[in-house]
């Protein structure tokens, strides 16, 4: 027999200096897979964001103002149907017949609204943030208990001709279905503090420098170096006055004050009563340089800021990406898991109000609608008095950033 010097296999070295080299290829292709891949998502992100955008300049076209929020800038809901913006924008985001289903004088909780209710709208959901779109999205961190209405001791109007068989809350606790946008409306440069402590130079709540007497210390009374200065006990009110409000928060979606008004396209006499009607000429420091629509993240999820909700709102006073220490966690800072946890610490009272700023999964950045339309990514080092700046639509600041 004679022997063949060709061998039919590779010996055990070669083999596992294949596999090492195999190993590093993959290692050296992977980040660039998943820059590919997050580099997709953010594009799919900022098209949501432009459909939003183009939505709102066509309702602007018809009704020749901004659709506003039906939340108080003073805490108190009685006499709201509480709907947010983004339900009157459903027909000019293809979604006709869903948008034929509110009536804004009268709450969601109704049967009729059911289905606005349980609809999953993937334009609302951006493809970087690891929770898959639901219809229940608080509900999912938080035992499957959804947001909060009328039934809820939310007082939101109710029309007694539609209190029919079928009508009222959809899960436990007298709580309702609902999707968490991606997408919020920016309340502006004003912000409340985290234990219920005005928004002004004497009310020290002792816990953050972005709250109470620190954030006012911080933005030189609220970032306008213009006006007086200018309170609020609610998130961002309007700012205009002709609520009786008194506020800090000069945005495109701010809150009611004391009375409220109709909105521009809510008939004459009818009960909605919604912020101070926002036009174009309310933003004298321009379209371009205000945002309109911001980012937020399933982690900022709580049971009143839903898609069709009224505190669908965000606002600028704190940083980018405020509450990514949740974010790394996996947990919602206002749900129950997340309690006595670094994303949820038991200190300065109630931290939902950490999630009221603007939050996203893209690296580095937040993506965000300017008020012509425009959709911008802002990074997170950005000076915070000029991105706060950029929050306020009657600020008078010069931007440099």
């Not at 509110?102 to 609204?113: C, E, L, M």
């Amino acid at each position: 027999m004679k022997y063949n010097p060709l061998r039919k296999a590779f010996t055990l070295i070669e083999l596992l200096v294949v596999i090492a080299i195999i190993a590093i290829l993959i290692g050296l292709l992977l980040p660039a897979v998943q820059k590919v891949r997050e580099a997709a998502a953010r594009a799919k992100c900022s098209n949501n964001l432009k459909q939003l955008g183009l939505a709102m300049q066509n309702y602007i076209g018809t009704y020749n103002c901004f659709p506003q929020t039906q939340f108080p800038s003073d805490g108190s809901w009685t006499g709201l149907a509480c709907w947010g913006w983004i339900p009157k924008l459903l027909p000019y985001l293809e979604q006709e017949a869903l948008g034929k289903l509110p009536d804004f004088n009268y709450s969601y909780g109704t049967a009729r609204v059911k289905p606005l209710r349980m609809a999953v709208l993937q334009q609302l959901n951006c493809p970087s943030d690891p929770k898959p779109a639901s219809n229940n999205t608080y509900g999912d961190y938080n035992g499957g208990v959804g947001v909060i209405g009328n039934a809820s001791g939310w007082s939101c109007t109710i029309a007694p001709a539609e209190v029919q068989p079928g009508d009222g809350p959809d899960l436990p606790n007298n709580t309702y279905y609902a999707q968490h946008s991606s997408y919020i409306g920016s309340f502006g440069d004003g912000y409340t503090a985290s234990a219920g402590k005005p928004y002004n130079a004497a009310a020290d709540d002792g816990c953050d420098k972005y709250s109470a007497k620190g954030s006012w210390a911080l933005y030189n009374n609220g970032g306008d170096p213009i006006a007086g200065p200018k309170t609020t006990n609610y998130l961002g009110s309007s700012g205009k006055g002709n609520s009786g409000d008194v506020s800090g928060g000069r945005g495109f979606f701010a809150g009611r004050g004391n009375t409220g008004v109709p909105n521009c396209n809510v008939p004459s006499g009818s009960t909605s009563k919604t912020a101070d009607t926002i036009r174009i000429a309310d933003v004298p420091d321009g379209l371009s340089n205000t945002i309109m629509i911001g980012h937020t993240v399933s982690n900022a999820v709580h049971n009143r800021s839903s898609w069709y909700q009224g505190q669908s709102v965000g606002g600028t006073s704190l940083p980018p990406n405020y509450i990514r220490t949740c974010m790394q966690l996996g947990l919602a800072i206002n749900s129950t898991q997340a309690n006595n946890t670094p994303c949820k610490p038991a200190s300065c009272g109630d931290p939902g109000w950490q999630a009221w700023g603007f939050n996203s999964y893209h690296t580095g950045v937040i993506v965000a609608c300017l008020g012509d339309g425009s959709v911008r990514t802002i990074v997170d080092g950005i000076n915070q008095k000029s991105y706060n700046a950029l929050g306020s639509r009657d600020g008078g600041e010069v931007n440099n950033d």
